[in-house]
């Protein structure tokens, strides 16, 4: 059996940075175009909890599950019994008849079964449709359409026993002209944002990626924080304090960054940081003198900067090594025909975007960086002088 491509979660030779990568180069390539692109991000009430069992054993065998293995998994689910503790005590047990096995290593592969037979009519070709277990996000590029495809889907779901959550799906359009408007759900307004966190990756409507660095500095911080009594610890040898700060603190640092396009400035943001938690780790401050080259050397890490090209380049073979079609390639192909639409709309008189980058220019106003520029940069600096 397959699941379909627009699911990521839990997939072979699928990740978040794959679902994050598609849906940054699709903003990327909307601004652009200077054309809007809409997304919602839906968010499912206790989806584990809620799948039906009935709903579960149907899903499998219309997917093609061995009816053996259908019987199999009945059986793990047959009279299932919990109980409840808390501050006065414990609860009798009672049955679970309803969702999936919490901590179980088959629980996620049979919810994206139940959410591929449940999506079937409604979802559309990656990227405008993707999913990461129960995070969905659904983008058009018109208003009218990403509300009509969330409707679809809040009906397709929630006959089925699943229910989207009105106070946590949310709404952002990318490169917005005035009066857009706002989406709705059965009446009820969806929350407008101007950032989403996604897969753990802070995307902004602007395209800027300020926020995200400021969240990975954050979370280097935080996993700083956890191994402080290792990284602090004078009996401690330098090298097993860098094989602890590889492990724990800087992966917090780099997650998704092979997908964003940072500026100098940023880069340094991150430097800096990194450079403040290897001379606390040492026990030296910059009243010592000890330049930074010293500091990464006796930490045995190189430049972060240099770590951020390097896991964009292991990205970008990833992507081109790709044997089957994903969301990636048909961003590719979109990036090709978005170029070629805009290069000849450009011909047409009074074209209303063309004030807004010319009048860009005119002022000076910095190049926004690309993560196609940033790549090829990239491997520029690997070719010999």
């Known amino acids: ?41 839906v968010d499912l009430e206790k989806a584990y909890d809620r799948v039906p069992r009935e709903e579960l054993w149907y899903c499998m065998r219309k997917s093609g599950v061995a009816e053996k293995y259908v019987r199999v998994v009945q059986d793990m689910y047959e009279r299932s019994r919990t109980v409840v503790r808390c501050a006065v005590g414990q609860t009798e047990e009672f049955k ?15 919810f994206a079964i139940v959410m591929h037979q449940l999506s079937e009519e409604v979802r559309q070709e990656s990227p405008w449709t993707m999913m990461f277990a129960d995070d969905i996000v659904i983008c058009s590029e018109s208003r009218e359409q990403v509300e009509e495809n969330l409707e ?15 106070s946590k799906t949310e709404y952002m359009c990318v490169n917005e002209r005035e009066g857009s408007g706002t989406v709705r759900l059965q009446g009820e307004e969806v929350k407008k944002v101007q950032e989403f966190k996604y897969l753990g990756s802070t995307v902004q ?57 940072l500026r100098k400035r940023q880069e340094s943001e991150l430097e800096v940081a990194e450079l403040k938690m290897l001379r606390f780790s040492l026990g030296v401050t910059r009243l010592d003198r000890i330049r930074n080259e010293y500091i990464r050397g006796t930490a045995h890490v190189g430049r972060l900067g240099d770590k951020v ?68 940069v990239a491997f520029q600096q690997l070719l010999p002088d």
Request: proline share 3%; aromatic share 10%.
């Open 309 to 376: 090209r390097e896991t964009r380049l292991r990205w970008f073979g990833h992507v081109q090594r790709r044997e089957r079609e994903t969301a990636p390639d048909t961003v590719r192909k979109l990036q090709r025909f978005l170029g070629f639409a805009n290069f000849y709309r450009r011909f047409i008189r009074n074209y209303s975007s063309v004030a807004g980058p010319l009048t860009s220019l005119l002022r000076g106003k910095p190049k926004k960086l690309t993560w196609t520029d940033q790549a090829r």
């Open 205 to 261: 409507s602007n395209g800027e990626c300020g926020k995200e660095v400021k969240k990975r500095v954050q979370a280097g911080w935080n996993g700083w924080r956890k191994v402080l009594g290792v990284l602090c610890d004078r009996k401690i040898s330098a090298r097993i304090k860098a094989k602890v700060y590889r492990t724990v603190v800087r992966p917090a640092m780099l997650y998704g960054l092979e997908t964003v396009s």
């Open 1 to 41: 059996m397959e699941i379909c491509e627009q699911q990521y979660g839990f997939m072979p030779r699928k990740s978040t940075t794959d679902a994050i990568f598609a849906l940054r180069i699709l903003m990327e390539k909307y601004r652009d175009g200077q054309r809007e692109v809409h997304c919602v991000f």
């Open 96 to 110: 679970v008849e309803v969702g999936l096995h919490q901590r179980s290593a088959l629980s996620p592969f049979l």
């Open 152 to 166: 679809r889907w809040r009906f397709a779901l929630e006959r089925r026993g699943m229910k989207v959550s009105r």
